[in-house]
């Protein structure tokens, strides 16, 4: 006994709890100053607290089409918008279908008042054509269009289209269009200061593997988006790019045409057949972002018709989260006041931890709102308050365990060391459970649901951390005073507290 006693007092020595504590809590302090360095001080609320924007997707139907969009293709959509909106954030969104039939419909609601852009960005049909540059010529119409367009294979509609087109008219809105990919395209530049007609596309956004936004610091050409192609997508950019690069202007020039519009148009100086292109166009770093993200998850399959984008109030309100807050706060209360009661001196453990693991979700809540967009729900909340109960059984688990090596005579230095080896496996077992529940939760769900796996994972890893890192080094520390080593009557640990009393008290009883 006296040997495993010496033995745990000397690991105790070497773990070194002071230090411990010293770094979590410095490690606490930087991540404090992160978030307020960056300006993150505030929460991201979300739809159901705050309100946002919502807006109203109705499909386009075709002339001579049918006049029936089906279920597949809305439910195709739908995806695809949830994987635009998902690849900004934990935004908390919610993309819904709605209706039947021919009045089927699509309803984005996006948190906050940034939530404009966001819809402006999922709405986008997203159609990606590569097409070669026939004629370029100005924005307006001139006499001379006809002899540019003359030997071109156009039909009659084509050339009065091009004759007729002003790139510059305040009422034009080339994204309406539908697109063909088989047929000649006549259309105009982002800017609507160029005309061109477009032969029939060779490569399309199918083809499209991969999309990522990026910048060359080394010139001034600013943001682009990179495009990886598939393998049959880089055989036929090469094909395509090999056909025009000898050819004259303008028609060695490739144009890159975007829900009808074109984007870029550079000349192909040598072929391509490396499978990678680059789009330019004067892109800020934002609208490069959301351009890769839209091509990223491929085209919408149908083409759509935005309502008004209107503001939306909050569907809970300030009751409902006050409410959550309360409860919260009720649960956290009663955790303490059992601590307290039960434990005794060593509530002062637990208390620090939850004021610290408190501190550290705010901060992370603070950082994440402020780095990928992540807002906080009802559900969001909820996530937190269940944590409070797995955060409680981590501080029973260990503290019992103590008591028992108490109880079998170990000295409190030494019940504090073993106790932990016996308690940590139990408590690493329970949080993981909790840990894998949260990342199933949240890959199989979506909106709001979404939102309570993620805080419950996360507060579930602020739990371990604390109670490895802060919990256990400070009852180490805590085990060192004299009045808890003496079982003081309000030590938590005394004779009574511990069982011990009783104990020997029957013992007595049966030697009468």
Known sequence: MSFGSSRNSGSANRSRPGRTLFIHLFLTAALFATAFGIGATSINLGLDLRGGTSVTLQPRVQTGDSGNVSAESIDQAVSIIRQRVDSLGVAESEVTAEGSGTNRQIVIAVPGETGRRIVELVGQTAELRFRQVLVETGGVPTPTDNELIAGLNLSPEEQSAFTTLDCTAAELNITSVTEDPNKNLITCDRTGGVRYVLAPAQVVGRDVESATAAIDPASASGWFVSLDFSGDGSKKFGELTQAVVNLPTPQNQVAIVLDGSVVSAPRINEAILGGRAQITGSFSQLEAQ???????????????????????????????????????????????????????????????????????????????????????????????????????????????????????????????????????????????????????????????????????????????????????????????????????????????????????????????
């Open 290 to 512: 959301d351009l890769a993200n839209v091509l990223k998850y491929g085209s919408l399959p149908l083409a759509f018709d935005r309502g008004e984008v209107q503001q939306v109030s909050p569907t809970l309100g300030s009751d409902q989260l006050r409410a959550g807050l309360l409860a919260g706060g009720l649960g956290l209360a009663l955790v303490v006041i059992y601590s307290i009661l039960y434990y005794r001196a060593l509530s002062i453990a637990v208390i620090g931890s939850l004021s610290l693991a408190a501190v550290q979700v705010i901060l992370s809540l603070f950082l994440l709102g402020k780095t990928v967009g992540f807002t906080l729900t009802l559900a969001g909340i909820a996530g937190t308050i269940v944590a409070i109960g797995i955060t409680a059984d981590s501080f029973i688990v260990y503290f019992e365990r103590i008591r028992d090596e108490m109880r079998d005579g170990k000295p409190l230095r030494v019940a504090v060391e073993t106790g932990w080896i016996r308690a940590r496996r139990t408590i690493v077992v329970a949080d993981l459970v909790s840990g894998i529940s949260a990342v199933v939760l949240y890959v199989v769900s979506v909106g709001s649901v979404r939102g309570f796996a993620f805080t419950l994972g996360l507060t579930t890893i602020i739990d371990l951390l604390i109670i490895f890192f802060f919990t256990k080094p400070l009852v180490s520390l805590m085990a060192k005073s004299k009045y808890l080593q003496n079982g003081g009557r309000f030590s938590g640990v005394s004779a009574r507290s511990v069982g011990m009393a009783n104990f020997a008290d029957s013992k007595s009883e049966e030697k009468l």
